[in-house]
């Protein structure tokens, strides 16, 4: 499922001497399958973006199209939306509340009309896709770990079968092994056909996760590529408040002091191996 975006403007209080645009006449197409980070300061618009792609929040200009349809036409079937786009907003597991994990996870698919057998197949795919074993669905989603409490909630939308899952900031508050734990899973669910939106303000994790990075600064696209692309514009980024992943600095130092590395290296892993050739060599 793709989504295009066309000259989209969101403004806040908008018609009032206090509106402030939030999102600038943007234009994109998201190919179905892809995996997008958005990176930007905070009030760059990066959240507001999603949210408006989402239909979330109406835009003041522009549109939003799934697959060629207009998701403010009044043919479009909002509810059907509901189950192709899921949202998961930064923290979500503070909006657990049900006493298991499965009833958590059935809410969904409940509320979307299935049946009860129904849901708890949906939920239990979800759950074992997301690592959950099947021996925890019974316990109570506030007696686990951060980083499971934020698997089940992303199950929780996941169960409802999303062609488009957005995440903002899902890995916010989570240790180093809690955010490699969640990342990796998106990855998977990725490269299992799922098209991804990262709303996230780690370079490190855009670098080592997704295929294509969008930087937004004042409401508009500053930049829009793979992350070798993005991360060889260093002194554009930290023009806009933003830093390259620490790896890409390293580089630079690596080659400023004589030794003939390329500086658009994005990971640990591809700068071991590029010193590696280069000392070799």
């Keep these: 499922m793709d989504i295009e975006v066309?000259?989209?403007?969101?403004?806040?209080?908008?018609?009032?001497p206090q509106a402030v645009r939030a999102v600038d006449d943007v234009s994109l197409t998201i190919p179905g399958g892809q995996f997008v980070g958005i990176v930007?300061?905070?009030?760059?618009?990066?959240?507001?973006?999603?949210?408006?792609i989402?239909?979330?929040?109406?835009?003041?200009?522009?549109s939003v199209y799934l697959d060629g349809e207009d998701i403010a036409s009044r043919k479009f079937d909002r509810k059907h939306m509901r189950s192709l786009i899921g949202i998961?907003?930064?923290?979500?597991?503070?909006?657990?509340?049900?006493?298991?994990?499965?009833?958590?996870?059935?809410f969904g698919p409940l509320n979307m009309g299935l049946k009860?057998?129904?849901?708890?197949?949906?939920?239990?795919?979800?759950?074992?896709?997301?690592?959950?074993?099947?021996?925890?669905?019974?316990?109570?989603?506030?007696e686990i770990s951060g980083g499971q409490k934020r698997r089940v909630a992303i199950a929780g939308v996941l169960a409802m079968n999303p062609k488009i899952l957005i995440l903002d900031e899902?890995?916010?508050g989570l240790d180093p092994g809690g955010r490699e734990e969640v990342l990796g899973l998106l990855k998977s669910l990725n490269e299992s056909g799922l098209t991804i939106i990262l709303v996230s303000h780690s370079m490190e994790d855009v670098a080592k996760y997704v295929d294509r990075i969008l930087v937004m600064n004042e409401g508009k696209i500053f930049m829009d590529?793979?992350?070798?692309?993005?991360f060889s514009h260093v002194e554009q980024l930290e023009e806009i408040g933003l830093a390259a992943p620490e790896v890409a600095?390293?580089?630079?130092?690596?080659?400023?002091?004589?030794?003939?590395?390329?500086?658009?290296?994005?990971?640990?892993?591809?700068?071991?191996?590029?010193?590696?050739?280069?000392?070799?060599?």
């Design 249 to 281: 600095y390293l580089m630079k130092a690596v080659h400023d002091a004589g030794i003939p590395v390329a500086t658009n290296i994005t990971t640990a892993e591809e700068a071991c191996g590029e010193i590696l050739r280069a000392l070799k060599n």
């Design 6 to 16: 066309r000259n989209l403007t969101y403004e806040y209080d908008s018609g009032t």
């Design 170 to 172: 899902p890995t916010a």
């Design 88 to 106: 998961v907003f930064q923290y979500p597991e503070y909006q657990l509340f049900e006493t298991t994990i499965l009833k958590d996870v059935c």
């Design 116 to 142: 009860q057998e129904e849901a708890v197949n949906a939920a239990t795919d979800a759950l074992l896709r997301l690592g959950i074993p099947r021996e925890s669905f019974g316990a109570s989603p506030f």
């Design 40 to 52: 930007g300061h905070t009030g760059s618009g990066k959240s507001t973006l999603v949210q408006l």
């Design 54 to 62: 989402d239909g979330l929040l109406k835009p003041t200009a522009g």
């Design 225 to 230: 590529g793979n992350g070798k692309e993005v």
